[in-house]
């Protein structure tokens, strides 16, 4: 009997486990829209949005692929994409890397990427890269 309810135990642990580890793999972007306070009636306003998860190794290529899909699926494409990151409380090398190629893959369609609301420690990490420094 112990070693039925062991084993009823660790598959629920597991289940869990795999339901958070599901959760954290979709990061969610948040169209937000810009103010056109300001700006030209003909301006291409940027495209802004929110990451509302933490990026990490495993989810940066599916933000990196929505946003070059978004970017690439409007016509004119904008001229900037602004991408707020509070959620980020730290950001490890590869997903700064990610970010890099997300510009570079942005500026074929004449986007640059900015990175707004980054907090202090991950601005910090950044700011030692040489993507960063340019």
């Not at 795999?18 to 306070?37: G, K, M």
């Not at 990151?85 to 942005?106: F, G, K, W, Y």
């Not at 004449?110 to 993507?131: D, E």
Request: aromatic content about 4%; charged content about 15%.
């Amino acid at each position: 009997m112990a070693a039925g309810l062991l084993a009823a135990v660790a598959t629920g642990v597991l289940a869990t486990l795999v339901l958070v580890l599901r959760e954290l793999d979709q990061p969610q972007l948040i169209r937000v829209s810009p103010t056109r306070a300001g700006t030209p009636p003909d301006a291409i306003p940027p495209l802004v949005l929110r990451v509302e998860t933490y990026l990490y190794t495993a989810n940066i290529t599916t933000v990196q692929r929505d946003i070059t899909g978004l970017v690439s699926s409007r016509q004119p494409a904008p001229a900037a994409v602004m991408l707020e990151m509070r959620a980020q409380t730290q950001i490890s090398t590869t997903v700064l890397d990610r970010l890099n190629d997300l510009d570079r893959q942005l500026s074929t369609h004449g986007a640059q990427l900015w990175i707004i609301g980054l907090l202090p420690r991950a601005a910090a990490t950044a700011r030692r890269t040489h993507w960063w420094a340019v």
